[in-house]
Structures are given as C-alpha cells and as structure tokens.
C-alpha cells in the first residue's frame, strides 16, 4: 500500500495525529511522522483497519538527535504484507529528567522488551509506568544511550575507566 | 496406609550461571510438587554496552563490534551493519562478494544449528550425538579460519565487499563439506530424530501455538516450527537470494503438537538440509572479479541519512537501524534481536512444565543472552 492511502486513512482514523511524510533511506521508502501523544491511537488504528492489518510492530528503535529523542516504529502485517515506519520526537527537558510517551503494548504485545529498553538506556517512561529496569545494575544513575551521558568512573567503589597503559590514542576512538 | 507425597510450593532459583541455562540469566521460579507454577527472568548480566561502544569508534572499528552481537553466528550481525551502511553511502557490493557472503551466511547458519543440535542434545543426556555433531561442526569452523584465520568472531565482511578474496582451495572444500554433511544430515536423522527415547523427551513439549508466537513478534526457526513461515531470505531479499532456489520449511507437529520442543529440531534438521543445498549452488558459480568496491580506511565516512537492513540469522530477524550524521562516527547503531522475543515468550511455555523438562525446552529455543543484553 502507498504511503499516501495510508496516511489518508489514518487521517481518517485519527485526525490530527500525521505531522508529515518524510523519506526514509535512500530506497524510496517513506517515514510517516506522527504526534508522539497520538502513538496509541495510530498504533491501534493502524492495528484495527481491515485492510492494514499491522499487527506486529517488528522493531522500536530510538536514536538522539540533538535535544530530541527520535522514537521509529518499524510496523508489518501478518496477513496483508504491508509495511510502514512510523515516527515521532520526545523533546528532552533536561539530561537526566524522564521522558514521557504513551505505550503501545497494549496493541502491540511484543513492543514490551523494545520499550523496556528504551525506557532504561533512553530514559523513557512509557504509558503511566515506571522508568523499567533489568540491564542496568540496580543503583546505575544517568541513561547510557543518551549523548550527554558521562561515563562513570567508578560504581559501588568498583573502578571500571582506568587510564590507558600505552598513552592516548591518535582519534582511533571518541572520547567517552 | 497410602503414603502421599507432600507437595507444598517451593521456589527456586537457577542462575545466574547455571549449565542449563543458554548463558548468564536467573530464573526465579514457582514449583508446586514438579510442576513449574510461574517464572521471573532476570536478564541483563551480560550487557556490555555494545550499541553505545558503536556511537564511539569509527565506522571500520564497528565491524569488529558487530560480531560481537552473537558470538555463535558472529556473521550476521556484521552482515546486517554493512547492508545497512551500504546503503546509506550508496556502495553496492560486487558479485562476487556477494556470492562469497552467501557462502558466509550459510555455513554460519549450519555452523548455528549443528550447535543447536549438541545443545539439545546435551539437554536430553544424547552423548553420542553430541561427539558427532562436534566432529562435523569442526569441519565448518576450519572452512572460517581457512578464509578469515579466525574461527568464531570472522571480521570479515567490509562496507562494499570483503576483506579479502577466497584463499586456495576454499571453494572446493566447501563442496566437499557440504557433500559430507549431506550424508551425515541423513545418520542424524535416522540415529535422532524419531528414537523413541528423544520423542519422549521432545514431543508435545513447551509448546508456542501460532497465537503465541504472533503475540510475541517470534521469527526464526522457533516461529517457523509454529507455522509461520516468515523468512527474511525470501521476504526481503538480500545478497542475491531472490536468485536462489530454496524452501523454508515450517512445522507439521509430525510427533506430538505443532510447535513443540521436536518441531523445532526438525525444522531446523531441514534448514540444515537447504542451506547446504544454497552452499552447493552457490559455490559451484561463484562469479570471478572484484571482492571489494573501495579500500575502506580509517577515515571512511558515511553519508548523513539513515537505513535499516534485515537479515535472517540462525535465530531469526536481525534488524539493524544505522543513523549517520555524516561524520566518521556513526550517530546511531541499534539492532533488533531474535532472541529478545523468545525471553518474552519463555515464562509463558514453560508454565504447567514438569522440572525434568526445563532444559530441554530451554535448549530447544536456542536463546542467545549476548544478544539480548548486548
């Protein structure tokens, strides 16, 4: 299905909800940006129409871009072989203040460990949950997949960053 | 007088290091006599950072990383991050690797399942099966160190190619294996797969109905064996297997229920059997030429833009989405798992599970906890 009947539907279904059509890579493939407050609704629209039948949101994937969190949503059918990318930004208040995003899992079950993740390493609360943990050593402060993130140098009085035994490095790698 | 068994709830705790586990995760369980009543996963014990540790080397440094996903089938996440980047940057890669990648991809699969099979065959107490698959299984790990000099963790594909091309002989002693394991696939079969005492142990085991593995977003050979026949080769072509003729097999429930613990070990005996079948075709028209577009240096950059590549890997859909802000660091790695949703799935099967049947159903998913944690 064309991005632009899909977007037509779910201007339908959600009105409001589709900020714009952008393009995603370099295959002529589209992203569909859409309010972050809406996600549910357009995930439970898009999971609803007969025709769509997006039922399985393969992948969540968020990324920082400058002082936003950039959340894709990489949703397919089933039944119906359509695809769509889905997209929506979180603005970031501050470097450790939670984020707040409603939760799809409700219509996508298999979204819990994608949000899991995110709401760990990114710092996102989804739905009216708790920030969730279970990667993270209890006690770990800060959200590492921020870019503002500093490492520790130290945890529980356990040194992990030890200068380099040969010196620094000539740019091989970014400074942590 | 009738002596009766007490049978009060108990717990358990297995892990986080435990020999019947896939790697290092606890289980937190709720028993009542021999029944599993419930189960909590604690996972996270193997997390190493990895998609951050991407954002901080430069983009050649991030092949390395990238078999580090799953050290098993280090082949596909290095696999996944190239299609993805080359994309971005607009490189194609020629015939000729793309051939040798297909080589790659394959006997990365068997290399997976022979394994899969051994941890089976552990989980069942099958000593004799074990020696064997090893032995055939050496015979794939010695094909990577003649082509990469490394066994598990190859570092070997390159953005727009290969690190190099095939050494001598390489091509001759894929056949020959692939003939080799042809015959033995056949010895496994008829000493394994229907024995009397595996069937006890396997049929109508830890089931996933087709309902649970859509719940679950499961893909792989654990969702094929429940009847969903989604396979990235064949949904979203990659490295020329849109030319190749070949089937996906999914499960038939021949021995107990569809989609328990013996479904899944067929269907992975019958990948097996297809993927030496591609290795056949492929190897016999490997195309001459080029095995790499560009030499990529360390101060290769990728274009602003972003991409997302799949790729089938042993254990399922292995996403991988890449953000460059055009600069030689990449913005953005993040790959999606395979194993991910069978740890969603896991608390569910093995609910009303005897004890006795915990690492056989553990072993037939075929988990992967470093690429879960990552």
Redesign the interface.
Known sequence: METAALISKLNKAVPGAVLQKARFGRGGKHAIWIEARSIAAVAEALSSDPELRLDWLENLSVAQLDEALLLTYFVRSRQTEVVAVLRATLALKSEDELVDAPSVRTVWPMAVPFEREASELFGIRFGKGKRETGILPKGWRGFPLRKSYVFPQEFFQIAHSRPSPVGTSDGGSRDA | MLETLRTDLTSWEIGPYHGALPGPMRMKLRIDGEIIISTDL???FL?R?L??AF????WP?TVAYADHLDPEAAFFGELALCLAVE??S?LDCPPRAQAIRVLLSELSRISAHLGYIVKVGRAVGAETLIHYVLRDREKILDLFELLSGARYSLNFLRFGGVAADVTEGFIERVLEVAELLRARLKEYNDLFTFNHSFLLRTAGVGVITRELA????LTGPNARAAG?A?DARK?HPYIGFDKLDFEVPVGRGEAGRLGDAHDRFLVRLRELSQSLEILKDVAETVPEGEFSRMRID?DFEVPN????ARVESSRG?L?C?V?SDGGR?P??V?F?VPT??N??LLPEIVRGLAIEDLPVVIASLDLCLAEA?R
């Open positions: 604690e996972t996270g997390h950072g998609e951050k954002e901080l080397h430069p440094a994309e971005i607009g859509l719940q679950s977003g969903l989604f949904a360390r833009g972003e991409s997302y859909l996403g989405h953000v660091f913005a953005r993040q999606r991910s949703a740890l969603t944690d």
